[in-house]
């Protein structure tokens, strides 16, 4: 069964920056694209950046372009999200899964709140 764990999220103010971490289990992480999401109240989830297997290719959300950076770790079946100039609609829960069809079984997410 795919488990997904993210952390590394938090309470910064804007312009600041976060480094988010998602280790997956489960699975043969190396084989599979890979990307953040994220869910705001009220909101859809919706896909902020994705990685492909060999990190050849990067595809990011508009909003995100140029703030944002994903890389991977594939000895550590690990994803990150480097999160710089953080915005207050960065706000809300990041979730790791497959991209571009996600595997049915959800980490808990790491939440970000970006204000003064």
């Known amino acids: 069964q795919v488990q997904l764990v993210e952390s590394g999220g938090g309470l910064v103010q804007p312009g600041g920056s976060l480094r988010l971490s998602c280790t997956a289990s489960?699975?043969?992480?190396?084989?599979?694209?890979m990307g953040w999401y994220r869910q705001a109240p009220g909101n859809q989830r919706e896909l902020v950046a994705s990685?492909?297997?060999?990190?050849?290719?990067?595809v990011y959300a508009d909003s995100v372009k140029g703030r944002f950076t994903i890389s991977r770790d594939n000895s550590k079946n690990t994803l990150y999200l480097q999160m710089n100039s953080l915005k207050p609609e960065d706000t809300a829960v990041y979730f790791c899964n497959m991209s571009p069809v996600p595997n049915e079984n959800w980490g808990q997410g790491t939440p970000v709140t970006v204000s003064s």
């Open positions: 489960g699975m043969m992480f190396g084989d599979y694209t």
């Open positions: 990685l492909t297997p060999g990190s050849l290719y990067t």
